[in-house]
């Protein structure tokens, strides 16, 4: 197909993979770590550097449609989260680190097998790809971590207040081993997950791109305000504090006291803009151009107890999911699950981004036979992941296969696409042997 479409055959191919977020969702953004692992579905792109100044890209999908542009006027529209918008958002971001101009062109066919919009990364996977092959054009080296940070950086572009979770995943995943994800700085420690039970992917069927709405955002923003007003009531320079973490950094304190700490300082009924602008002292004016995103200025009400609740109990989740793979106590599956299961609570209930499907999947996922199940990802429609006994698979794929696809109309385009068990996959890379793209 690079044939037809370019006239020509590749030069080199680079792969990046989706991933799966097990436990620790909507937190990295708030500087807390993270328990994913990289799926063995990826991001594939075939790549022919050129002598023009021409970067054309073409999908194996018909459903995205070739783009070209030059390689040095890379404009990224916020208002389009179209496909090739994530493919820039990694080249500019080399770029930029860069410094560089007068930059040399490619042709690039792109292919994947992640399921859009399911909240595996798909998109993410798509911008570590680009950066990847951008370095690699260019002939220079970062190491993994730089990568990582400079493409979460960089899908930002899109509009999207992201953390980084999962471009670090995408960089860092070995296979074989889950990763606990530590940022301020970058690292990531492997996380031996139990032997007696897998992983199981299911597709809600509702798609969500994160990119196209501003419910992510909102929710970043929340946070954000809420660790403006922990931090005005604890005392500290309000106005510096931007993550969650910060708060709980600066005061010395445990998850724990926070979780204390947040009962007292807010209220569960909704903020209005006036009421945190009285809060911080601050206009609204002040609070539209300098605290809130573009997309989020006009929200009306503000939920901060239950985004602060969630996140600091979110981030205990992770530490204790950790701590029990270390120590593999006999009963470590149910133990693990019963996390899980918290965490969808958490998500459904104080930070609100599940959806009737995913909660249906997710009762369904527990009734056959899942130890613990929750949506993965930003949520609002995507994936859920559980974690099932190895015992129990087979029957758990087919009773699930039919309870939630079977028995609806829901277009299943392919079954493994939408239920499948999978294990930790190994992180981004270049190759060069011969694909047949």
């Not at 370019?6 to 990046?16: E, H, L, M």
């Not at 930059?103 to 790809?129: E, F, H, K």
């Not at 993550?243 to 010395?252: D, F, N, P, S, T």
């Amino acid at each position: 197909m690079f044939n037809s479409k370019f006239g020509s055959i590749p030069k080199f191919y680079v792969r990046a993979p989706g991933r799966v977020n097990i436990i620790g969702e909507h937190i990295d953004y708030c500087g807390y770590s993270v328990l994913p692992m990289a799926v063995e579905q990826d991001m594939l792109i075939a790549v022919e550097p050129v002598k023009t100044q021409t970067l054309q890209l073409a999908n194996t999908n018909p459903l995205y449609p070739d783009f070209s542009t030059s390689a040095n006027n890379i404009q990224i529209d916020k208002t389009k989260p179209l496909w090739h918008n994530y493919f820039l958002c990694g080249f500019k971001g080399i770029q930029e680190h860069f410094g560089l101009s007068n930059l040399t062109g490619m042709n690039c066919l792109v292919d994947g097998n992640i399921p859009p919009s399911s909240g595996l990364s798909s998109s993410s996977a798509l911008v570590c790809c680009a950066g990847l092959v951008t370095l690699t054009v260019l002939g220079m080296n970062l190491s993994k971590v730089e990568l990582a940070e400079i493409c979460a950086k960089s899908e930002r572009y899109i509009g999207t207040e992201g953390g980084g979770m999962d471009q670090s995943i995408s960089f860092l995943a070995e296979e074989g081993t889950a990763k606990l994800i530590e940022f301020s700085p970058l690292r990531a420690t492997d996380v031996k997950l139990p032997s007696g039970a897998v992983f199981v992917i299911a597709n809600s069927c509702v798609e969500m791109n994160k990119a196209a709405t501003s419910h992510f955002n909102i929710r970043v923003m929340e946070c954000r305000l809420a660790a403006k007003l922990l931090a005005k009531y604890r005392g500290l320079q309000w106005d510096e504090v931007l993550r969650l973490e910060e708060v709980q950094a600066k005061l010395g304190v445990s998850l724990e006291e926070m979780l204390w700490i947040t009962e007292d300082a807010l209220h569960p009924e909704p903020y209005s803009p006036e009421e945190v602008c009285r809060c911080l002292g601050i206009s609204l004016q002040e609070l539209r151009t300098q605290i809130l995103s573009p997309n989020t200025q006009d929200v009306l009400i503000f939920k901060l107890y239950q985004r602060a609740k969630h996140v600091y109990s979110e981030a205990t989740r992770v530490l204790q999911f950790k701590k029990i793979c270390e120590e593999a106590p006999d009963n470590t599956v149910q133990l693990l699950g019963e996390l899980m299961n918290q965490s969808h609570a958490s998500c459904r209930d104080l930070y609100e981004c599940s959806c009737p499907e995913l909660d249906q999947l997710v009762d369904i996922c527990r009734k056959f036979g899942a130890q613990g199940s929750r949506l993965t990802g930003a949520g609002w429609g995507g994936c859920t992941v559980s974690l099932v006994p190895a015992d129990k698979l087979t029957s758990f794929l087919a009773n699930v296969l039919e309870a939630y696809y079977q028995r609806s109309d829901r277009n299943v385009t392919s079954e493994k696409q939408s239920l499948f068990a999978t294990k930790p996959g190994g992180g981004a890379l270049v190759f060069l042997e011969a694909q047949t793209m």
